[in-house]
């Protein structure tokens, strides 16, 4: 069972999400020749303040 988890900033919709998981399955079934109902998308959605890059909190960035 392929298990792929991402992990984003909060605040896509449910629809980007819907089409993000049918294109990481497609992705896994064409490159990984993974079965199609045996793959697993998870989303981790952290705030702004929980996610920082380069050393700096998303949150300080947006200012």
């Given at each position: 069972m392929p298990l792929v988890q991402v992990t984003m900033l909060q605040g896509r919709s449910v629809d980007q999400k819907r089409k993000l998981a049918q294109r990481i399955t497609d992705a896994m079934v064409?490159?990984?020749g993974a079965r199609r109902e045996a793959i697993v998308v998870v989303f981790h959605e952290v705030s702004q303040e929980s996610y920082a890059s380069g050393?700096?909190?998303m949150t300080d960035k947006a200012k």
């Open positions: 064409k490159e990984a050393g700096i909190l």
